[in-house]
Structure formats: C-alpha cells, structure tokens
C-alpha cells in the first residue's frame, strides 16, 4: 500500500537559507506525489505535484521537488527561505479506490520555521 | 480557490450529540471527500463520495456517516460525538476529466472540539 514518510517534525532555517524538506514514499506503482502547505489556522494549498513527467517539478513560490525512483523520494527545496515560508507543509501519495475516484495518503507534516 | 466552503467554521459540542458538518461547492465536481487532521497524524480520510448518493468509507470511518443528495453538497454526520473526534475536518473536491491528473482542493476547515 502506498505510504510516506516526512523526516522531520521541525525543521528550522535562518532567513536567505536552503530550505531542505524530506519526503520518502512507498508504492507497488508509479506514484503521483504531492506537497501541500498549510498556514497558520487555513487549509492546505498545493503547492507542486508529480505525475510521471519531468522528474524535476517547480511549484509556486519557488519551491520545487525531484522525483528520484531510485531513492523512493521526493524532496522539497527552495533555494532561499523567506519569513513567509513558515508553514506546515504535507507530502502525500494519491492511491486509487472505488469508483475511479483517489485519497490522498498524508505524511505526518514538517513544521517549517524561519529565523530572521 | 475551489468554490469550497465548510459550514460551521467552529463548534464547540457536548460528548454523546449528533453533530453534522457541511461542505458546499459550486463547481459541480464529481469526487468529494471528509479528512480529519490531527497533530502528529496528518490528515486522515473519512469518507468519500464518487458521485451523488454513492459514496465509501475511508480509514478512519467509525463514529461518522456521510451523505450526498445532490452533487454540490456533502454533509459528515458524528452519530454520538466523543472527545476523540475532537478535530479539525477538512473537505476537499476534485475534477474528474480526460487527460492530466486532476488534484484535490481543500476546504477552510472545520474546527470541532467534543467536551
């Protein structure tokens, strides 16, 4: 069944650092994978997603993620942190069920804080 | 934005009432879903709905039912509340169309606290 796995329940980072976020999946197929962000008291927004294209995938507010089939990850970066980028952030795996439809298989969330 | 919303936004309820919780979207999208998030467990599925009056348990489906009578709407019933469902309940929709895969967009939430 499929799984992920977020290294990391914090994570912090001085402003203008890497961010560098873990992710590890587990699935009998070709996956699609998904980062989410959650800010303080909303809901999640996406923010990339993999769906068997480029293996290197940019999403919105300079974050991208590479799909490495070899290492089952899919690791999220932002070259430069910013006070904004405080969030919780969600990687997930799509697993198919009844009816054509899918679920969202969550990690456990990493906490991001940024240091001024 | 989606065209979600969730409905109450908080409640605050005693253990042992009925509680139901709305999401409403207008979009007219075919697949609807009930998370539940937790600290430390991410979000977890409850239910899900594949179409009007079809819909499915997920893996966190006791204590809760659900119902879809018309597509724009998908209500979450807790039968009895219980401290455990203490929560916050996310609502998500997704497109169902040919061609790229469609991803799932999330509601505001609901924050549910069962004294």
């Known amino acids: 069944a499929q799984s992920v796995t977020q290294l990391g329940s914090h994570v912090s980072v001085s402003e203008g650092a890497l961010v560098l976020l873990r992710c590890n999946y587990s699935?009998?197929?070709?996956?699609?994978l998904f980062w989410y962000v959650q800010y303080p008291n909303q809901g999640l927004q996406l923010l990339l997603k993999?769906?068997?294209?480029?293996?290197l995938v940019k999403g919105i507010n300079g974050f991208e993620a590479e799909f490495k089939k070899s290492e089952t990850s899919f690791h999220l970066t932002k070259p430069s942190a910013h006070m904004s980028d405080a969030a919780e952030y969600f990687c997930?795996?799509?697993?198919?069920?009844?009816?054509?439809?899918?679920?969202?298989?969550f990690g456990k969330g990493t906490k991001l804080t940024v240091n001024p | 934005d989606a065209g979600i919303t969730q409905s109450p936004r908080h409640k605050v309820t005693e253990t042992g009432t009925p509680v139901t919780l709305r999401c409403h979207q207008t979009?007219?999208?075919?697949?609807m879903y009930w998370y539940r998030q937790d600290p430390g467990h991410g979000l977890r599925l409850i239910h899900y709905?594949?179409?009007?009056?079809?819909?499915d348990k997920g893996e966190v489906s006791d204590g809760y039912s659900v119902s879809r009578s018309k597509t724009e709407d998908f209500l979450l019933t807790l039968e009895s509340a219980t401290s455990s469902q203490t929560s916050v309940y996310f609502c998500?929709?997704?497109?169902?169309?040919?061609?790229?895969?469609?991803?799932?967009?999330f509601g505001p939430g609901t924050r549910l606290t069962v004294l």
């Open positions: 699935s009998s197929v070709p996956p699609y």
């Open positions: 998500a929709i997704r497109e169902h169309s040919g061609g790229s895969y469609n991803e799932q967009f």
């Open positions: 979009e007219n999208h075919r697949y």
């Open positions: 709905s594949y179409g009007v009056k079809d819909t």
């Open positions: 997930a795996v799509s697993r198919y069920l009844q009816g054509g439809s899918e679920k969202l298989v």
């Open positions: 993999y769906t068997s294209a480029a293996t």
